[in-house]
Protein backbone atom coordinates (compact mmCIF):
# COMPACT_ATOMS: atom_id res chain seq x y z
CA UNK A 1 0.00 0.00 0.00
CA UNK A 2 1.91 3.04 1.29
CA UNK A 3 -0.56 5.51 -0.73
CA UNK A 4 0.38 9.23 0.67
CA UNK A 5 -2.23 11.19 -0.85
CA UNK A 6 0.02 14.70 -1.91
CA UNK A 7 -3.19 16.60 -1.91
CA UNK A 8 -3.19 16.33 1.96
CA UNK A 9 0.39 18.31 2.09
CA UNK A 10 1.03 22.25 2.37
CA UNK A 11 2.26 23.60 -0.59
CA UNK A 12 6.34 23.41 0.03
CA UNK A 13 8.40 26.61 -0.46
CA UNK A 14 10.90 26.33 -3.22
CA UNK A 15 14.11 26.21 -2.43
CA UNK A 16 16.18 29.13 -2.99
CA UNK A 17 18.20 30.01 -6.11
CA UNK A 18 22.00 29.44 -6.16
CA UNK A 19 22.28 33.30 -7.66
CA UNK A 20 22.63 36.35 -5.49
CA UNK A 21 18.59 38.53 -6.67
CA UNK A 22 19.00 41.33 -4.64
CA UNK A 23 16.30 43.25 -2.78
CA UNK A 24 13.57 45.29 -4.47
CA UNK A 25 11.18 47.17 -1.94
CA UNK A 26 11.10 48.00 1.19
CA UNK A 27 9.61 45.02 2.87
CA UNK A 28 12.33 42.76 1.62
CA UNK A 29 15.12 45.17 2.74
CA UNK A 30 13.66 45.30 6.23
CA UNK A 31 13.48 41.41 6.08
CA UNK A 32 17.14 41.22 4.74
CA UNK A 33 18.26 43.50 7.65
CA UNK A 34 17.26 40.94 10.24
CA UNK A 35 18.66 37.75 8.29
CA UNK A 36 22.18 39.36 8.06
CA UNK A 37 22.38 40.46 11.29
CA UNK A 38 21.09 37.17 12.95
CA UNK A 39 22.82 34.61 10.45
CA UNK A 40 26.24 37.03 10.06
CA UNK A 41 26.16 36.65 6.29
CA UNK A 42 26.12 40.04 3.91
CA UNK A 43 24.50 40.26 1.42
CA UNK A 44 21.61 38.57 1.83
CA UNK A 45 19.68 38.22 -1.45
CA UNK A 46 15.89 37.76 -1.94
CA UNK A 47 16.29 34.00 -3.41
CA UNK A 48 18.73 33.24 -0.78
CA UNK A 49 17.45 29.78 1.40
CA UNK A 50 17.97 30.20 5.42
CA UNK A 51 18.87 26.97 5.81
CA UNK A 52 21.65 27.45 3.05
CA UNK A 53 22.94 29.95 5.19
CA UNK A 54 23.88 28.15 8.19
CA UNK A 55 20.16 28.70 9.68
CA UNK A 56 19.36 26.67 12.63
CA UNK A 57 16.02 26.40 15.52
CA UNK A 58 17.79 28.96 17.71
CA UNK A 59 18.43 31.26 15.30
CA UNK A 60 14.74 30.88 13.64
CA UNK A 61 13.50 31.97 17.65
CA UNK A 62 15.09 34.59 17.00
CA UNK A 63 13.96 35.72 13.65
CA UNK A 64 10.37 35.09 14.50
CA UNK A 65 10.58 36.90 17.51
CA UNK A 66 12.30 40.09 15.68
CA UNK A 67 9.62 39.64 12.81
CA UNK A 68 6.68 39.83 15.51
CA UNK A 69 8.20 42.68 17.00
CA UNK A 70 8.85 44.58 13.55
CA UNK A 71 5.60 43.57 11.88
CA UNK A 72 3.02 42.59 14.14
CA UNK A 73 2.47 39.27 12.77
CA UNK A 74 3.28 36.06 14.89
CA UNK A 75 4.13 33.68 12.55
CA UNK A 76 5.02 29.84 13.80
CA UNK A 77 8.89 28.42 13.39
CA UNK A 78 7.65 25.69 10.55
CA UNK A 79 6.56 28.39 8.41
CA UNK A 80 10.50 28.24 7.35
CA UNK A 81 9.93 25.43 5.66
CA UNK A 82 7.39 26.29 3.60
CA UNK A 83 8.75 29.71 3.19
CA UNK A 84 13.03 29.42 3.57
CA UNK A 85 13.67 32.62 1.76
CA UNK A 86 12.79 36.46 2.35
CA UNK A 87 11.06 36.28 -1.03
CA UNK A 88 8.43 33.82 0.62
CA UNK A 89 8.26 35.28 3.60
CA UNK A 90 7.82 38.85 2.29
CA UNK A 91 5.01 37.40 0.26
CA UNK A 92 3.42 35.90 3.41
CA UNK A 93 3.58 39.32 5.63
CA UNK A 94 1.83 41.21 2.54
CA UNK A 95 -1.40 39.32 3.13
CA UNK A 96 -3.89 41.27 4.52
CA UNK A 97 -5.66 39.64 7.41
CA UNK A 98 -3.51 36.11 6.87
CA UNK A 99 -3.43 33.50 9.46
CA UNK A 100 -0.93 30.76 9.66
CA UNK A 101 -3.13 27.48 9.34
CA UNK A 102 -2.38 24.87 12.24
CA UNK A 103 -1.58 21.62 11.92
CA UNK A 104 0.44 19.13 13.94
CA UNK A 105 2.10 17.89 10.72
CA UNK A 106 4.50 19.35 9.31
CA UNK A 107 6.06 18.58 5.80
CA UNK A 108 9.78 19.12 6.68
CA UNK A 109 10.51 17.32 3.12
CA UNK A 110 7.97 16.20 1.28
CA UNK A 111 9.94 15.08 -2.16
CA UNK A 112 10.53 11.65 -2.73
CA UNK A 113 9.15 7.94 -3.19
CA UNK A 114 10.21 5.98 -0.29
CA UNK A 115 7.66 5.68 2.54
CA UNK A 116 7.23 8.80 4.66
CA UNK A 117 9.24 8.95 8.07
CA UNK A 118 7.57 10.89 10.62
CA UNK A 119 8.98 12.05 13.38
CA UNK A 120 8.11 13.36 16.91
CA UNK A 121 8.82 16.67 18.79
CA UNK A 122 10.85 16.56 22.04
CA UNK A 123 9.98 18.42 25.27
CA UNK A 124 9.40 21.81 23.41
CA UNK A 125 7.08 20.34 20.71
CA UNK A 126 8.74 21.98 18.05
CA UNK A 127 10.14 20.08 14.90
CA UNK A 128 12.28 22.50 13.80
CA UNK A 129 15.80 20.60 14.82
CA UNK A 130 14.79 17.62 12.50
CA UNK A 131 15.85 19.82 9.61
CA UNK A 132 19.38 18.84 9.70
CA UNK A 133 18.46 14.52 9.70
CA UNK A 134 15.94 15.17 7.05
CA UNK A 135 18.34 16.96 5.08
CA UNK A 136 21.08 13.63 5.78
CA UNK A 137 18.55 11.46 4.51
CA UNK A 138 18.39 12.80 0.82
CA UNK A 139 16.16 14.15 -1.53
CA UNK A 140 14.20 11.09 -1.86
CA UNK A 141 13.13 10.48 1.41
CA UNK A 142 10.10 12.39 3.03
CA UNK A 143 10.46 13.51 6.11
CA UNK A 144 7.67 14.92 8.02
CA UNK A 145 7.58 16.42 11.70
CA UNK A 146 4.76 16.75 14.33
CA UNK A 147 4.59 19.28 16.78
CA UNK A 148 2.73 19.64 19.81
CA UNK A 149 -0.85 21.12 20.18
CA UNK A 150 -0.80 24.48 22.22
CA UNK A 151 2.19 26.10 20.58
CA UNK A 152 0.30 28.41 18.47
CA UNK A 153 -1.62 29.39 21.55
CA UNK A 154 -5.34 28.75 20.27
CA UNK A 155 -5.12 24.93 20.96
CA UNK A 156 -4.73 23.04 24.28
CA UNK A 157 -1.71 21.01 24.56
CA UNK A 158 -2.79 17.47 24.78
CA UNK A 159 -2.35 16.18 28.41
CA UNK A 160 -0.94 12.73 28.07
CA UNK A 161 0.88 10.55 25.80
CA UNK A 162 -1.83 8.77 24.50
CA UNK A 163 -3.59 11.87 23.89
CA UNK A 164 -0.70 13.05 21.45
CA UNK A 165 -0.49 9.42 19.77
CA UNK A 166 -3.61 9.00 18.40
CA UNK A 167 -4.26 12.99 17.27
CA UNK A 168 -1.21 12.22 15.41
CA UNK A 169 -1.75 9.03 14.19
CA UNK A 170 -5.10 11.07 13.05
CA UNK A 171 -3.42 13.50 11.18
CA UNK A 172 -0.92 10.68 9.60
CA UNK A 173 -3.41 8.54 8.23
CA UNK A 174 -4.92 11.70 6.26
CA UNK A 175 -1.47 11.50 4.58
CA UNK A 176 -0.87 7.99 4.37
CA UNK A 177 -4.03 6.02 5.38
CA UNK A 178 -2.57 2.57 5.21
CA UNK A 179 0.77 1.12 6.84
CA UNK A 180 3.30 0.07 6.69
CA UNK A 181 4.67 3.31 8.82
CA UNK A 182 7.89 4.36 9.93
CA UNK A 183 8.04 6.14 13.05
CA UNK A 184 10.66 7.65 14.74
CA UNK A 185 11.64 10.29 17.59
CA UNK A 186 13.96 12.09 19.44
CA UNK A 187 13.98 11.84 23.61
CA UNK A 188 10.09 12.43 24.66
CA UNK A 189 9.24 11.91 21.16
CA UNK A 190 10.40 8.29 20.89
CA UNK A 191 7.65 7.65 24.06
CA UNK A 192 5.23 9.01 21.58
CA UNK A 193 6.33 7.24 18.57
CA UNK A 194 6.23 3.98 20.57
CA UNK A 195 2.28 4.70 21.76
CA UNK A 196 1.29 5.80 17.63
CA UNK A 197 2.96 2.27 16.98
CA UNK A 198 0.66 0.37 20.15
CA UNK A 199 -2.24 2.30 18.77
CA UNK A 200 -1.73 1.48 14.94
CA UNK A 201 -1.17 -1.97 15.63
CA UNK A 202 -4.03 -2.07 17.35
CA UNK A 203 -5.76 -0.55 14.43
CA UNK A 204 -4.49 -3.26 11.91
CA UNK A 205 -1.55 -1.28 10.72
CA UNK A 206 1.66 -2.21 10.22
CA UNK A 207 4.93 -0.73 11.60
CA UNK A 208 8.15 -1.35 9.86
CA UNK A 209 9.96 0.92 11.95
CA UNK A 210 10.04 2.13 15.08
CA UNK A 211 12.97 4.66 15.80
CA UNK A 212 13.44 5.90 19.05
CA UNK A 213 16.25 8.17 19.39
CA UNK A 214 18.06 8.04 22.87
CA UNK A 215 14.42 7.92 24.28
CA UNK A 216 14.58 7.23 28.36
CA UNK A 217 11.89 4.23 29.11
CA UNK A 218 10.19 4.68 32.55
CA UNK A 219 12.36 2.12 33.93
CA UNK A 220 15.12 3.92 33.20
CA UNK A 221 14.11 7.18 34.81
CA UNK A 222 13.73 5.12 38.03
CA UNK A 223 17.43 4.04 37.69
CA UNK A 224 18.93 7.50 36.83
CA UNK A 225 19.94 7.97 40.61
CA UNK A 226 21.80 4.55 40.46
CA UNK A 227 20.69 2.13 43.46
CA UNK A 228 23.65 2.97 46.41
CA UNK A 229 24.44 -0.93 46.54
CA UNK A 230 25.64 -0.66 43.03
CA UNK A 231 26.93 2.68 43.42
CA UNK A 232 29.15 0.84 46.74
CA UNK A 233 30.67 -1.94 44.82
CA UNK A 234 31.67 -0.10 42.13
CA UNK A 235 33.49 2.13 44.38
CA UNK A 236 34.81 -1.37 46.14
CA UNK A 237 35.90 -2.48 42.75
CA UNK A 238 37.74 0.63 41.47
CA UNK A 239 39.45 1.24 45.14
CA UNK A 240 40.47 -2.59 45.47
CA UNK A 241 43.49 -2.54 42.67
CA UNK A 242 44.91 1.25 43.59
CA UNK A 243 47.61 2.27 45.28
CA UNK A 244 47.14 4.42 48.50
CA UNK A 245 47.98 7.40 46.42
CA UNK A 246 45.92 6.55 43.24
CA UNK A 247 43.10 5.94 46.19
CA UNK A 248 43.59 9.73 47.61
CA UNK A 249 43.34 10.91 43.81
CA UNK A 250 40.07 8.85 43.19
CA UNK A 251 38.43 10.29 46.23
CA UNK A 252 39.88 13.90 45.00
CA UNK A 253 38.60 13.36 41.63
CA UNK A 254 34.99 12.73 42.65
CA UNK A 255 34.34 15.34 45.45
CA UNK A 256 36.07 18.21 43.33
CA UNK A 257 33.45 16.69 40.38
CA UNK A 258 30.39 16.59 42.87
CA UNK A 259 31.50 19.91 44.44
CA UNK A 260 32.60 21.71 41.53
CA UNK A 261 31.22 25.72 42.43
CA UNK A 262 30.44 26.92 38.89
CA UNK A 263 28.56 23.42 37.98
CA UNK A 264 26.50 23.93 40.92
CA UNK A 265 25.72 27.84 40.92
CA UNK A 266 24.57 27.23 37.18
CA UNK A 267 22.72 24.53 38.08
CA UNK A 268 21.04 26.44 40.79
CA UNK A 269 20.40 29.16 39.14
CA UNK A 270 18.77 27.35 35.99
CA UNK A 271 16.05 25.48 38.52
CA UNK A 272 15.97 29.04 39.90
CA UNK A 273 14.81 30.20 36.89
CA UNK A 274 12.95 27.28 35.77
CA UNK A 275 10.19 27.86 38.96
CA UNK A 276 10.35 31.54 38.77
CA UNK A 277 9.43 31.13 35.18
CA UNK A 278 6.30 28.86 36.08
CA UNK A 279 5.11 30.71 38.63
CA UNK A 280 4.83 34.13 36.43
CA UNK A 281 3.05 31.19 34.24
CA UNK A 282 0.68 30.60 36.62
CA UNK A 283 -0.10 34.30 37.67
CA UNK A 284 -0.45 35.15 33.84
CA UNK A 285 -3.17 31.97 33.44
CA UNK A 286 -4.83 32.75 36.81
CA UNK A 287 -5.64 36.61 35.84
CA UNK A 288 -7.34 34.61 32.33
CA UNK A 289 -4.45 36.97 30.30
CA UNK A 290 -3.40 35.61 27.19
CA UNK A 291 0.07 34.07 27.35
CA UNK A 292 3.32 35.33 25.45
CA UNK A 293 5.12 33.32 22.59
CA UNK A 294 7.57 32.87 25.52
CA UNK A 295 5.17 31.40 28.30
CA UNK A 296 3.33 29.12 25.72
CA UNK A 297 6.33 27.39 25.28
CA UNK A 298 6.89 27.21 28.97
CA UNK A 299 3.54 26.04 29.18
CA UNK A 300 3.83 23.64 26.28
CA UNK A 301 7.24 22.15 27.84
CA UNK A 302 5.67 22.04 31.63
CA UNK A 303 2.51 20.04 29.72
CA UNK A 304 5.25 17.57 28.06
CA UNK A 305 7.37 16.55 31.12
CA UNK A 306 3.79 15.68 33.50
CA UNK A 307 3.06 13.72 30.53
CA UNK A 308 6.45 11.46 30.44
CA UNK A 309 5.47 11.01 34.05
CA UNK A 310 2.45 9.69 33.65
CA UNK A 311 3.06 7.79 31.15
CA UNK A 312 3.63 3.96 31.69
CA UNK A 313 4.70 1.51 28.53
CA UNK A 314 3.09 -1.59 27.84
CA UNK A 315 5.23 -4.50 26.24
CA UNK A 316 5.03 -3.86 22.30
CA UNK A 317 4.87 -6.65 20.06
CA UNK A 318 6.72 -5.48 17.66
CA UNK A 319 10.71 -4.50 16.76
CA UNK A 320 11.94 -1.97 18.20
CA UNK A 321 15.32 0.51 16.98
CA UNK A 322 17.11 2.46 19.56
CA UNK A 323 19.73 4.75 18.90
CA UNK A 324 22.00 5.20 21.63
CA UNK A 325 23.82 8.52 22.43
CA UNK A 326 27.39 8.01 22.91
CA UNK A 327 28.09 10.58 25.16
CA UNK A 328 26.58 10.19 28.71
CA UNK A 329 26.79 13.62 31.04
CA UNK A 330 28.05 12.12 34.39
CA UNK A 331 24.48 12.63 36.16
CA UNK A 332 23.16 9.79 33.82
CA UNK A 333 25.58 7.55 34.09
CA UNK A 334 28.73 7.29 37.08
CA UNK A 335 30.73 5.71 34.85
CA UNK A 336 30.72 5.93 31.01
CA UNK A 337 31.90 1.81 30.17
CA UNK A 338 29.75 0.09 33.00
CA UNK A 339 31.93 -2.09 34.81
CA UNK A 340 30.54 -6.01 34.30
CA UNK A 341 31.95 -6.90 37.58
CA UNK A 342 30.84 -4.72 39.89
CA UNK A 343 27.50 -4.50 37.71
CA UNK A 344 27.30 -8.35 39.13
CA UNK A 345 28.75 -7.98 42.39
CA UNK A 346 25.88 -5.32 42.84
CA UNK A 347 23.34 -7.84 41.99
CA UNK A 348 22.56 -6.79 38.16
CA UNK A 349 22.05 -8.80 35.51
CA UNK A 350 22.31 -7.97 31.97
CA UNK A 351 22.37 -9.94 28.88
CA UNK A 352 25.96 -10.37 28.55
CA UNK A 353 28.22 -8.65 30.97
CA UNK A 354 31.25 -7.62 28.64
CA UNK A 355 29.26 -5.91 26.57
CA UNK A 356 28.54 -2.03 28.18
CA UNK A 357 26.16 -1.05 25.18
CA UNK A 358 23.80 -3.78 26.27
CA UNK A 359 24.12 -2.70 29.94
CA UNK A 360 23.14 0.69 28.79
CA UNK A 361 20.38 -0.50 27.07
CA UNK A 362 19.27 -2.40 29.66
CA UNK A 363 18.58 0.33 32.05
CA UNK A 364 17.00 2.43 29.32
CA UNK A 365 14.14 -0.27 30.37
CA UNK A 366 13.58 -1.19 26.68
CA UNK A 367 14.71 -4.69 26.93
CA UNK A 368 11.89 -5.53 28.69
CA UNK A 369 9.13 -3.86 26.79
CA UNK A 370 10.52 -4.77 22.77
CA UNK A 371 8.87 -8.17 22.63
CA UNK A 372 9.85 -8.66 18.97
CA UNK A 373 13.65 -7.77 19.39
CA UNK A 374 15.42 -4.59 19.99
CA UNK A 375 18.00 -3.39 17.85
CA UNK A 376 21.10 -1.19 19.30
CA UNK A 377 23.46 1.05 17.37
CA UNK A 378 25.17 4.17 18.48
CA UNK A 379 25.77 7.59 17.69
CA UNK A 380 28.37 10.12 18.34
CA UNK A 381 26.31 12.99 20.36
CA UNK A 382 24.71 13.59 23.83
CA UNK A 383 21.31 12.77 24.82
CA UNK A 384 18.59 15.18 22.28
CA UNK A 385 21.39 16.13 19.87
CA UNK A 386 22.24 13.18 17.37
CA UNK A 387 19.04 15.04 15.40
CA UNK A 388 21.16 17.63 15.19
CA UNK A 389 24.18 18.84 13.84
CA UNK A 390 27.13 17.63 13.43
CA UNK A 391 25.73 14.60 14.95
CA UNK A 392 22.70 13.86 12.46
CA UNK A 393 24.92 12.80 9.72
CA UNK A 394 26.29 9.71 11.26
CA UNK A 395 22.33 9.27 12.68
CA UNK A 396 21.30 9.69 8.87
CA UNK A 397 23.59 6.88 7.69
CA UNK A 398 22.76 4.50 10.05
CA UNK A 399 19.05 4.88 9.40
CA UNK A 400 19.64 4.70 5.44
CA UNK A 401 21.76 1.27 5.78
Request: glycine residues 8%; positive net charge; charged residues 25%.
Amino acid sequence: NQKVDRRALPAPGAQGGRHFVATREELEIRLARLWEKLLKVRPVGVTDNFFDLGGHSLLAVRLFAEIERAFGKSLPMTTMFQAPTISHLAEILRREGWQPSWRSLVAIQPNGTRPPFFCIHEFEGNVFYYHSLARHLGDDQPFFGLQAQGLDGRHEAHRTIEEMAAHYIAEVRVLQPEGPYYLGGSSLGGLVAYEMAQQLRMQGQAVNLLALFDTYSRGYLRLVALPFRYRLARHFHNLRRLSMREKIDYFSQRLRGRFNAIRWVSARAAWIRWNLDLLVLRMVQRLGRPLSPRLRDLHVRKTMIRAQWAYFPKPYAGRVTFFHAGERPARYYHSPHLDPEAMASAGFRGKDHHDPVWEEIARLGWSRLAQGGLDVHEVPGPHGYMVREPFAEALGRKLRA
